[in-house]
Nanobody
C-alpha cells in the first residue's frame, strides 16, 4: 500500500512563503511521478506542479511559474513544494499525488493513482 502525507501548510500573509512536504511510504517505484494540486472552496482541483522522481525537468502551471518550486529527495522519499510570493488567491487545500510516468497526463488529476489527505494553505492580504 502506498501512503502520501502532506505537511507544512498554515497561514501566512501575502508575499510570504511556505514549504509543503509530501512524505511517501510503501512500495512506490522510481517510474512514478509526483504532482501537487490544489482545490479552493467551490472550485475544481487544479494542477500546480509535477516532477519525475527519476530525473528530468519539472512541469509547472503558468500561474505559479517563478513563484513555486517542486523538488524530490529520493533518499528521504519526499517531494517538496516551495511557495514564495504567496497571494490571497493561493488559498486552498493542497494535495500531493502519485502517478505512473507513462500513463495519463501529468496535469490531469484523473491520471493519479494515490493521493494524500491534503493540507490547508491560507494567505491573508
Amino acid at each position: 500500500q502506498v501512503l502520501l502525507v502532506e505537511s507544512g501548510g498554515g497561514s501566512v500573509q501575502a508575499e510570504g512563503s511556505l514549504r509543503l512536504s509530501c512524505a511517501i511510504s510503501g512500495r512506490i517505484f522510481v517510474n512514478y511521478g509526483v504532482g501537487w494540486f490544489r482545490q479552493a472552496p467551490g472550485k475544481e482541483r487544479e494542477f500546480i506542479a509535477f516532477i519525475n522522481r527519476g530525473g528530468g525537468s519539472p512541469h509547472y502551471a503558468d500561474f505559479v511559474k517563478g513563484r513555486f518550486t517542486i523538488s524530490s529527495d529520493n533518499a528521504k522519499n519526499t517531494v517538496d513544494l516551495q511557495m514564495n510570493s504567496l497571494k490571497p488567491e493561493d488559498t486552498a487545500v493542497y494535495y500531493c499525488a502519485a502517478k505512473p510516468l507513462f500513463t495519463g497526463s501529468y496535469y490531469s488529476h484523473s491520471a493519479y493513482d494515490y493521493w494524500g489527505q491534503g493540507t490547508q494553505v491560507t494567505v491573508s492580504s
